[in-house]
């Protein structure tokens, strides 16, 4: 997993590295990056053609997206470090249409789907092919996707 990547070149740099090292992706191999910064968000296509798989690192590309410190208490508190934010939810739905579109997975690290539910059923309504959440809340996101994919006709995927 390379994290924080800004750049197609970053990427095939790294990339480069790793099969300079005698790496070769396969099935039991494989090259993730994450999705936290703005530019991948533009250019998700682009960037999931190069790995195999995106983790949305929703903390930080909300952070990047609003342009906010999430550890600023007094801005958290005005409201303004929200995963919920439509810029944000914006972004996540670029992310996955990208990867989607070239063929990869993706996911979702970070609190925000075991903290907002609707961010949760949002993602699954998305496609998202898995979502990270907190051990106390495993069981009630469980049901939740359960739910939201029987809506939608799909079947349950186990990927919680």
């Not at 990339?15 to 994450?34: A, C, H, N, Q, S």
């Not at 303004?80 to 810029?87: I, L, N, Q, S, V």
Request: proline residues 3%.
């Amino acid at each position: 997993m390379l994290p924080f990547v800004r750049t197609l070149w970053e990427v095939e740099r790294c990339v480069g590295v790793i099969e300079g090292e005698g790496l070769r992706r396969g099935d039991t191999f494989k090259v993730w990056l994450m999705a936290e910064v703005p530019s991948m968000v533009f250019l998700a296509d682009e960037f999931s053609r190069l790995c195999d798989g995106l983790s949305i690192g929703s903390n930080d590309l909300t952070q990047l997206t609003l342009g906010i410190d999430r550890d600023s208490g007094r801005l958290g508190r005005l409201g303004y470090f929200d995963e919920r934010d439509e810029a944000v939810k914006r972004a996540i739905k670029l992310l996955i249409e990208g990867a989607h579109g070239a063929g990869r997975t993706i996911s979702i690290c970070g609190q925000a789907p075991s903290v907002y539910p609707e961010l949760a059923e949002y993602l699954v309504s998305l496609g998202i092919d898995s979502i990270s959440v907190n051990p106390d809340t495993v069981v009630k996101t469980k049901k939740l996707v359960h739910l939201v994919e029987s809506r939608l006709g799909r079947r349950e995927v186990q990927r919680l």
